[in-house]
């Protein structure tokens, strides 16, 4: 059997643009944040992940070994669009439960300034594809209504369930950028922390119907990291540290398979199906179980729809889970009382981290105004468009 993995430490950066920082800059504060958090050292490592999407290539995790100690530990450095922390963290996971690591540090940083829609890259960036040279080489997926930026993407998504399902309209994806925008400003680390009213997000101006621009997540700039430890490591802590570690008991990584709409339009519910259904299993944990749960909000229509994904709600239920409340911070399962991507940011490398770090806080009772009172489980959920979809399960420590 695998051997369980905990979070020892954890930190992370505010997010938001920074003109002072380089993305070097912001990984080492979080993982120096991590390890002092976590009352362990760089030389207690034995593996190091760095994930990063705009700074892929510039061997990230090398660059942060040669701020914070060389101690020759293999690094991997990672990169998987908006999974792309999630699937640093994993990598992390994995050598410990293969045996080959006993303790090992998770990193994820972006540094984006002001790039253009919304995680997609500029409109001239997009407008300067090059052929790989290769016949049927992969192009990208234009949607029904003829765009593949995020929005308009995510629009057609969410007008796809609302079409499928009563009780979904513009007043429903609305309030669910209402209520993250409500849930930072009590986080001192979100991006944005002004509450906004139901109206003022609906008549913000449009992006991609349903999407208006209060309903879209930012660009910006921060870093997370997170100490991982093995069972084997975890029993010869003091009684502090286990006190504080939080148990991983489900890490899964899922693909898109292959669907025929996917060829219209990117399917973002099936992989997140799947990612859930293996993490409750892999757990035995039951979404009714949920004190809370970080998913992936680029647009107020992906978290609405990944309600139902997840199992948050009934099948179809979306719509009247968010009219209830369900999803705030004072209702059945709070979903994104970080203020969610929305509001909190989205430096992509780093945000399949920084879920981590805002479950893993709130266990461990550290959330402060925040606080979601007597979280014993917690669920986080990244997908990256047309790559991979990660939820990890997470539960407080026993010990």
Partial sequence: MPQDVWVLGTHMTPFRRYIDKDAVDLACTAALGALEDGGVGISDMDILACGTLFQAGASMGQQVQKQIGQTGIPVYNVSNACATGATALRTVILAIRAGEAEMGLAIGVEQMGKMGLLAGGSREQKNTYEPSGRFG??????????TDTMPGVFGQAGMEYANDNDGVGFEQFAKVAQKNHAHSALNPLAQYRKEFSLQEVMESPMQSYPNTLLMCCPTGDGAAACVLVGEERFASLNPEQRARAVKISASVLTSDPYVASGQAQPDVNTLTRNAAKAAYEQSGVAPGDLNLVELHDCFAT????????????????????????????????????????????HPIGATGVANVYEVTTHLRGEAGDRQIEGANVGLTHVIGLGSSCAVHILEKSAS
């Avoid at 080489?137 to 003829?146: H, K, R, W």
């Avoid at 978290?303 to 719509?319: F, K």
């Fill in 302 to 345: 992906a978290e609405l729809i990944h309600y139902d994904n997840l199992g948050l709600c009934e099948p179809g239920g979306a719509g009247d889970f968010i009219d209830r409340g369900g999803p705030w911070r004072d209702g059945e399962t709070p979903v994104n009382v970080s203020g969610g991507l929305i509001s909190k940011g």
């Fill in 137 to 146: 080489a992969v192009m990208p997926i234009d949607g029904i209504l003829g």
